[in-house]
């Protein structure tokens, strides 16, 4: 074998590994409450269940709408058993009534399906006037089909369109207005899809027909014949001397690619097992899942299964596990806390174990991120005072990834974590970063730094390949001496090197360090890389890391005063081992009227339902969501939609299980039909460019080689 292909493979496998440490993270949880793995335990999760909410599911705080629940019932020690009766894994969601935004319209039977809102079939009401749909549809119901189509827009927001602006609608689709009449009350109305005309009509405004001033589209879907897939309500319409232009206020979309839901249909490791007019029901049957240490189990498209990575498990300190549902397709999301209502007196409370907008390390158990409110007033008039809204994080020592530095102090802010400061073993013993540092106590100075990489995976170098970290820094190897136990390496920013020919020695002190000042304090570990051994070959020499760490040299201030948002820092405590943060609305008095979303902090919002009908017994809802952004490949475009609880289009029918000790993948069971698998096709990121480029090396090492 030639030294260019021993390096190509070597460079190769130094690209896989930065992939996996260095990529980023290109999704968002959901994630239900953390749960124990304990033999006779029986979990149910849903948005309406008492314990344990889980908004992974759809929700609709406006009108309480959402009936998903899954219920995981553990046995034999750690088993989801799938060959149990009933299975260990059960799904179950029912149909509800639903009124459209334009209410005009009247309902429409809906059902939440693997976390979205599914359209069921039209309602002919006693009033024909509010069943204008449901009357033009030949066939109006779909899940007599065993079929439910995904309502894509169901909005009642007022817009204008021109004769030079259409309106944008799904799925390619967009509607354009043509000519109005003279008398200015009719107006040509043209629907077309990925620029091509699909069909011709005429709205009339200004008479008290809604069938008149509505535009619909009907299309076959599957089974079920002529149903309207496209509503629009015409409100007016302007005739001008050079341009025309309407108003709408009222839409309504529904996906033409139909979900099949037809008894024994697979979604990963669950199978429908019971369809009516009114219920769905999964189980996981021929699936029996086992939740052992360290896995992320596909369960059914976009949810999953995460366990903990932990080594002290017994009987008092279970296993871990939480289930989530992963948004992968790039955009802007909301992640849901509990629902509540606002009362005179009452208190709310939110923590990292139950509100996947905070911090949480499932391995470590870490995050200790809280938010409490107390409500005044009540009804439509609801507020909170100042000083009613209390933040507050605490820092824990947790033990570095590559557990021989020792522990540092970890920090949830806003959701994110950040290092408090290096700290000792629990001996009294200094961590190896601590020994390295000027100072090891950011929150002394009113700093916090972001964690960036914490890894102990292990990744092969040879001279001249070059090593990304993030930020903007890389690792260069210029020379590996296996016969002195040596290597000579660079540390670059942004092409430039800011530290040249470090010497490396196995023999005494394994471990590169970068140190750097942040804002007032003496030099900080910046960077840290372990080196374990020398693998020496005949042509060519490779060094195997273990162990990289860095944090950003782009410090937060966290000292008294500081803005978070609406939220103001009211006190910061550094003393070593009580580490902590509070932050209250300080001089704010908050409204808490109906259909609103009120800036909390940073990406933090209160959002309180648009309630039809508000009294003692049925009061305000409202929840806290934080707001997330998947990024979308190579750029990012920053059009985004957001959605309340938006379910993941996968790019295939199947999901893989990852053995996050391994790295070892085992295809799952076939999930989504083909025909449902439309949606936005997720861009490659980083780990799948440097996966490509792994492989082009390689292939072309090898052609030259033969």
Same mark, same amino acid.
């Given at each position: ?22 990529? @980023? ?12 793995v304990k033999n006779g335990e029986t979990y149910t999760l849903g948005p309406k269940e ?41 799904? /179950?969601?029912?149909? %509800? ?17 693997? @976390?979205?809102?599914h359209f069921a079939g039209y309602i002919r009401e006693a009033e024909a006037t509010q ?15 065993? /079929?439910?189509?995904?309502? *894509? ?7 204008? *369109? ?17 000519? &109005? ?13 990925? !620029? ?25 879907? @599957? ?16 005739? +001008? ?25 697979? =979604?990963?490791? /669950? ?14 049957? #021929?699936?029996? &899942? ?5 896995r992320d189990i596909p369960l059914m498209r976009g949810l999953r299964i995460k366990t ?6 017994? #009987? ?10 992963? *948004?992968?397709?790039?955009?802007? =999301?909301?992640?849901? @806390? ?18 996947? +907008? ?9 995050? #200790? ?36 530095? +020792? ?36 929150? %002394? ?49 942004? +092409? ?5 020919? =470090? ?60 803005? *978070? !948002? ?26 808490? !009227? ?68 391994? !790295? ?18 997720? %861009? ?23």
């Open positions: 074998m030639s030294r260019m292909l021993l390096a190509a493979l070597a460079l190769a496998a130094v690209l896989l590994a930065a992939a996996g440490i260095c990529s @980023g993270q290109d999704f968002a949880e959901i994630r239900g409450p953390v749960s124990l008492t314990d344990n909410k889980f908004y992974g599911f759809y929700y609709d705080i406006d009108d309480d709408l959402g009936t998903e629940s899954i219920t995981m019932s553990i046995s034999n020690g750690d088993t989801l058993d799938g060959d149990a009766t009933p299975a260990g894994v059960q799904y /179950m969601t029912e149909v %509800q009534k639903n009124r459209f935004e334009f209410e005009n319209w009247g309902a429409y039977d809906c059902i939440g399906f693997l @976390g979205e809102n069943s204008h749909l449901a009357s033009l549809s030949e066939n109006k119901d779909l899940i007599s089909s065993e /079929m439910l189509s995904l309502v *894509l827009i169901d909005s009642d927001d007022e817009m204008t *369109l021109s004769t030079d602006t259409p309106l944008k609608l799904k799925d390619g689709y967009e509607l354009r207005i043509g000519e &109005i009449d003279i008398n200015g009350d009719k107006v040509n109305v043209d629907l077309y899809k990925n !620029g091509a005309l699909v069909t011709k009509s005429v709205a009339t405004t200004g008479t008290n027909s809604i069938g008149d001033s509505s535009f619909c589209y009907k299309k076959d879907s @599957g089974d079920t014949a002529g149903l309207v897939s496209i509503a629009v309500h015409f409100k007016n319409v302007f005739r +001008g001397s050079d341009r025309n232009a309407a108003t709408v206020d009222g839409i309504f979309q529904i996906s033409e690619n139909t979900v099949r839901i037809s008894s024994g249909t697979q =979604y990963d490791k /669950m199978r429908i097992s019971s369809v009516t007019n009114s219920k769905i029901e999964m189980d996981n049957k #021929d699936n029996t &899942i086992r939740l052992t240490e360290n903990a990575d932990q080594d002290d498990i017994s #009987d008092s300190n279970p296993l871990r596990f939480y289930l989530y549902k992963r *948004l992968t397709d790039p955009g802007v =999301y909301q992640i849901n @806390g509990r629902v509540d209502a606002i009362v005179d007196g009452r208190e709310v409370h939110w923590d990292s174990k139950s509100f996947s +907008g905070f911090y949480y390390d499932l391995d470590r158990d870490a995050g #200790d991120e809280e938010l409490m409110m107390t409500i005044s007033g009540g009804l439509d008039n609801g507020f909170i005072n100042p000083d009613n809204i209390v933040y507050q994080t605490q820092a824990q020592s947790i033990p570095f990834n590559h557990e021989e530095w +020792g522990s540092y102090y970890v920090i949830g802010l806003l959701g994110e974590r950040y290092l408090a400061g290096y700290s000792t073993y629990g001996s009294g013993r200094t961590s190896f970063l601590q020994d390295s540092s000027d100072e090891s106590n950011l929150m %002394q100075y009113d700093l916090l730094s972001r964690i960036l990489i914490d890894s102990d995976d292990t990744a092969n170098l040879t001279p001249g390949s070059v090593f990304p970290l993030e930020e903007g820094y890389e690792l260069r190897i210029k020379e590996i001496d296996q016969h002195s136990n040596k290597v000579v390496i660079a540390l670059a920013m942004n +092409g430039k090197e800011v530290l040249s020919d =470090y010497v490396i020695e196995l023999s005494e002190n394994p471990t590169f360090r970068y140190r750097k000042m942040l804002g007032e304090m003496q030099e900080v570990p910046l960077i840290a890389v372990n080196f374990r051994e020398f693998m020496a070959g005949t042509e060519i020499s490779v060094a195997e890391i273990e162990g990289i760490w860095q944090i950003s040299e782009k410090t937060t201030k966290i000292g008294e005063g500081t803005k *978070l !948002g609406e939220m103001t820092i009211s006190s910061v405590d550094s003393k070593e081992g009580q580490m902590s943060i509070d932050a209250t609305n300080e001089d704010d008095t908050i409204s808490l !009227g109906k259909d609103r979303t009120i800036d909390l902090m940073d990406d933090y919002y209160i959002k309180t339902a648009d309630q039809e009908t508000v009294s003692d017994s049925d009061p305000l809802r409202f929840f806290i969501f934080k707001e997330v952004k998947v990024p979308g490949g190579f750029a990012d475009s920053g059009e985004s939609d957001i959605a309340e609880t938006v379910a993941e289009q996968p790019d295939a029918s199947q999901e893989k299980e990852t053995n996050v000790e391994t !790295g070892n993948e085992t295809i799952a069971e076939p999930g989504i039909p083909p025909e449902q698998t439309d949606g936005p096709k997720k %861009q490659p990121g980083l780990s799948a460019i440097l996966a490509l480029a792994a492989t082009v090396i390689v292939w072309c090492a090898l052609r030259r080689d033969e």
